[in-house]
């Protein structure tokens, strides 16, 4: 049986959005990353935002971060209908891809925002 289309992630813009996410209360934290989830205006679509303070640490390392964060994130398959945010902790940085991937798989099944596959 053949499974159904992932929801390709789109990009969360809007600084009120982004806050209104954060303030939403319902995140998880793991040792690479802290997401943060809330329901989004759209059903059918997954938006995403990814950010890295100085604590993480110079450009370099802050930009790679994000980077790992915003690939694994696309291979995740998220529950349409959700707006999430993705706050790198400084580990992220030294970090393999598999690793994050991994990590955001076991936050978004924490959080319950795992598409269900329609077997």
């Keep these: 049986?053949?499974?159904?289309?992932?929801?390709?992630p789109d990009r969360l813009r809007n600084p009120r959005a982004v806050a209104s996410v954060l303030g939403s209360r319902r995140k998880r934290s793991g040792?690479?990353?802290v997401a943060h989830v809330a329901a989004?205006?759209?059903?059918?679509?997954?938006?995403?935002a990814v950010s890295a303070s100085r604590r993480v640490g110079k450009a370099v390392e802050r930009n790679r971060a994000k980077r790992l964060l915003r690939e694994a994130a696309r291979h995740v398959?998220?529950?349409p209908g959700i707006d999430v945010v993705l706050v790198a902790r400084p580990a992220c940085a030294t970090s393999t891809l598999s690793a994050v991937q991994r990590e955001l798989r076991e936050l978004a099944s924490a959080l319950g925002t795992l598409a269900e596959d329609g077997a």
Excluded: E, F, K, N
């Design 1 to 8: 049986m053949a499974r159904s289309a992932a929801v390709v």
């Design 77 to 79: 398959r998220w529950a």
């Design 31 to 33: 040792r690479l990353c």
């Design 40 to 48: 989004g205006p759209d059903h059918h679509q997954v938006r995403i």
